[in-house]
Nanobody, 123 residues
Framework: QVQLIESGGGLVQAGGSLRLSCAAS????????MGWFRQAPGKEREFVAA????????YYQDSVKGRFTISRDNAKNTLYLQMNSLKPEDTAVYYC????????????????WGQGTQVTVSS
């Protein structure tokens, strides 16, 4: 069973930056594709970014391209999301998710989810 714990959320002004972390335990991290999702109040959860377990290819939702960067450190079993040029519309609870081993999830198919970390961007 994989456990995921997000951290790094908080309150930031528009134009600022935050770095989210997701610490994974209880399973093999390096052979899992990973993703970040977010859910704003009154809205459905949406895909933000994903990184493959092999060659670490990355994928982004159009609205965050050029502002957010997903990365991973397999030695530390940790997933990151660097968020720059934040906008009020980025306000949401951010979740990390882990794919089944060797699977390719991208926007769907994730098997494990963290509890989320709140990101609030003030205007």
């Amino acid at each position: 069973q994989v456990q995921l714990i997000e951290s790094g959320g908080g309150l930031v002004q528009a134009g600022g930056s935050l770095r989210l972390s997701c610490a994974a335990s209880g399973g093999t991290f390096s052979t899992r594709s990973m993703g970040w999702f977010r859910q704003a109040p009154g809205k459905e959860r949406e895909f933000v970014a994903a990184i493959r377990w092999v060659v670490s290819n990355t994928y982004y939702q159009d609205s965050v391209k050029g502002r957010f960067t997903i990365s991973r450190d397999n030695a530390k079993n940790t997933l990151y999301l660097q968020m720059n040029s934040l906008k009020p519309e980025d306000t949401a609870v951010y979740y990390c998710a882990a794919c089944p081993e060797y699977a390719e999830c991208m926007r769907t198919g994730y098997a494990y989810w963290g509890q989320g970390t709140q990101v609030t961007v003030s205007s």
